[in-house]
């Protein structure tokens, strides 16, 4: 599932959040509009907050809060697959964190730096700039992942390769 989701944001990266990739993306996550897969996801989030307590991860961070990140963030917390005191964002601009912060009343945390969102984290999206990997990368591989954590890129022009070895 992870995958086709990737695919599907990186179709959107260079459109607005109103486009029809980026709509039906919100659909697949569980968002308000209906599609044949409306029921399944919807099924899918009351189904794991019954059985994991709330939420799919224990941590989830975003690195890079732009729309690729808050497109996700939305639907995510809006259908209660990940509650939002479950979800660290980090970026470089401390007033985008706070904006978001406070549109889901100040639960979703803001890291000081990367290393600090990542900590503890089973699940970390890379929402960067393309141009700005090679920083995020150099910082990541000071952080002190998760040996069992999932790394999920939606950078636009990043073969896995470069990500995979990117971060160590």
């Known amino acids: 599932m992870l995958r086709f989701i990737a695919t599907l944001v990186k179709r959107t990266s260079r459109r607005t959040m109103n ?3 980026c709509s039906l993306l919100l659909r697949l996550l569980g ?9 399944l996801f919807r099924q899918f989030s009351s189904t794991t907050q019954t ?3 709330g939420g799919v991860y224990e ?3 975003f690195i890079g809060a732009g729309k690729m990140a808050q497109a996700l963030i939305d ?6 697959i ?5 979800i660290t964002i980090y970026d470089v601009s401390n007033s985008t964190m706070k904006h978001i912060s406070e549109e889901y009343g100040g639960k979703i945390q803001m890291g000081s730096s990367i290393p600090d969102a990542v900590e503890g984290a089973d699940l970390i999206i890379m929402a960067v700039k393309p141009q700005n990997v090679e920083k995020v990368y150099e910082e990541m591989k000071q952080a002190n992942m998760r040996d069992d954590c999932t790394l999920l890129s939606v950078i636009a022009g ?8 990117g971060t160590g």
């Open 75 to 80: 639907p995510l917390v809006k259908t209660n």
């Open 51 to 53: 059985m994991l307590g």
């Open 158 to 165: 990043k073969p896995i390769k470069n990500f995979m070895s």
């Open 82 to 86: 990940q509650p939002a005191e479950n």
């Open 31 to 39: 968002g308000t509009s209906e599609c044949k897969h409306s029921s």
């Open 59 to 61: 941590k989830m961070t």
């Open 19 to 21: 486009s029809p990739s």
